[in-house]
């Protein structure tokens, strides 16, 4: 009897290790499948599928630490950061959590303040984590990210300073120290402190000189105290970029409200019609044309026909509005510069060419995708522009 008994329970211990096991292994796979499936959900944007499918798993098997990691980056990617924040300290509780796990979840964590506005938290792990060799790039640059949130400039220029890296968020370091201190040059100026707001911004200008940034705000700083100063930080801001060269013609303009500057800005507008490297600009035309100078402002024009579809295009508007403008016999230069004006720069809209956010003010850092200096302004004849290109297609 005893013997049958043992024997019986050997067969029973032989079934269920033959039996069991591969059944169990069946269970694993269908598992990892599933977790790779989530994955790939939510590698393709389908986070809604990718949710319901990690949070299936937890229930599975809540020992998951990958799982873990997974769910919290997607609640904090919805929106939902306490729930990341407590999936992450849920795991950073675990007194058996590896080093180098533990620090990828508090890495999460810091993300989670940060997205949960509790920047003095994030700031705190961010900190001690980039003491560890492999962190402390992508430390650097999450703080110079919440640096720039909290608009804390000193800090985000010390921070790219401790890294030796030439990029930081794709972006050049030396680009955004130069953004860094003109934001720093521009609250000076803010304040009244115009000499301070100089300095600052010809540092600026030197850590990177082929940024346009800091020649726009040299020439708006100078603009009311040296007119002479102001027109030559515009004119080199239009040969650093030539995508802002309507924008900057029309601030160039705007210094003739003072009367005195008159002759200076003509000068200015002449000298940078010469410039053949320059794109078609309606307003040195007009301006050149209703200031009395025709035959410059006809050679200038003439320059341009047939250069290219869009000059050609400019050129076609800006003499029908010219023409247009002469038949109303209200023959001022003030009247015909007012009503340029109102055609021209009725205002420039500034788009992200990054995100294709439209802003009615010039964003250096652009709020809706977080890059700098992808805003462009542009004007309704662009549009126009724009619009009959992409019908001709
Ligand atoms: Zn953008």
Known sequence: MIYFIVAAVAITSIIFYYYYKPEKKVTKNVFNAEYYRGLNYLLNNKEDRAFKIFTALMDVDSSTIETHLALGGLYRKRGEFDKAILIHQNLLSRPTLEKELKNQALYELAKDFHSAGLYDRSEK?????????????????????????????????????????????????????????????????????????????????KISPMSLRPYLQLGEYYSETDVKRSLQYYTQAIQVDTDFSKYIISKIINLTKSEHNSSLVMDTIQSLSGESELPFIPGVYVYLLYEGNDTIASSYIKRYHGVSDYDDFTINCTLATVEKNDMTKIPTVDNMINSYKKIFDKGFIFLCSNCGYKSNILNWLCPSCNNWNSSKPITSFDLIERGQKNAGQ
């Open 125 to 205: 792990i961010f900190k001690n984590l980039s003491e560890f060799d492999s962190y402390a790039l992508s430390c650097y640059e999450e703080l110079v990210k919440l640096y720039e949130v909290i608009k804390d400039w000193d800090k985000a220029i010390n921070t790219i300073n401790k890294s030796d890296s030439v990029e930081i968020n794709n972006h050049p370091r030396d680009l955004l120290i130069s953004h860094y201190l003109c934001e720093i040059s521009n609250n000076h100026y803010n304040d009244s402190e115009i000499e301070r707001a100089v300095v600052v911004t010809k540092k600026s200008l």
